[in-house]
């Protein structure tokens, strides 16, 4: 079946624009975490979803982020007042619980903020 | 505090070798560790696995050793090809929770 899919795959804004950033897991799987990565760095965990609801925001940076998954499968990441250190890849990965483990990403989406 | 050390962050090995990376947590609550391989523009794909009850898994040509005592393991690659060039990321969690990552080790296999 198809795997995790993030759109867009490349972003391009300005400093202080609004951003949302869509994620669709695997078919079934209910747990959804984001992650962000910097240049020759590992993912860093920004927030994680079981069902509907956000069961850890702890990676969060600040309140300019936030994320929902309302019906329980797409994510969207949306990024308020942007800055340049924002620029990252942002990657969302999901799995078909999260007792299960195994966490499977999809591309990423590369923000740029100049 | 939750962090998870890799080593070396780059490795140069000839085709045929056995790279080994290398990676110590600090938190004992951890129990799943996998091993994610990332090539350049894409998403990290998960290779292996292993949980603190075995010392040992194989799958393929890639092995992970685990020493719950000392909280290190350790990924080896058997029969390395220039395929396997790629940037290797070793991980851990708690619950089902999310993954912290070590920093990365950027594998180059020479043909």
């Known amino acids: 079946g198809a795997g995790v899919s993030q759109t867009p795959s490349n972003k391009v804004t300005e400093k202080g624009k609004y951003v949302e950033l869509r994620c669709d897991p695997i078919s079934g799987h209910t747990a959804l975490y984001w992650y962000r990565q910097s240049l020759g760095q590992g993912p860093e965990f920004l927030i994680y979803f079981q069902g509907t609801g956000a069961a850890d925001d702890s990676g969060l940076p600040n309140d300019r982020f936030f994320a929902v998954r309302p019906e329980g499968s797409v994510s969207t990441l949306k990024i308020q007042r942007t800055e340049r250190g924002d620029s990252a890849v942002y990657l969302c990965a999901s799995s078909l619980m999260a007792a299960r483990n195994e966490q499977f990403f999809g591309p990423g989406t590369r923000l740029t903020v100049l | 505090q939750q962090q998870v050390k890799q080593s070396p962050q780059s490795l140069i090995v000839q085709k045929g070798g056995i790279p080994i990376i290398n990676c110590a947590y600090e938190n004992t609550a951890f129990d799943y560790f996998p091993w994610y391989q990332q090539f350049p523009g894409k998403g990290p794909a998960l290779l292996i696995a292993?949980?603190?009850?075995?010392s040992e898994k194989k799958e393929g040509r890639f092995t992970i050793s685990f020493n719950k005592s000392a909280k290190q393991f350790s990924l080896h690659i058997m029969d390395s090809q220039p395929g396997d060039s790629a940037t290797y990321f070793c991980a851990a969690s708690r619950g089902g929770n999310m993954l912290t990552f070590g920093g990365g080790t950027r594998l180059m296999v020479k043909p």
């Open positions: 292993i949980r603190p009850d075995v």
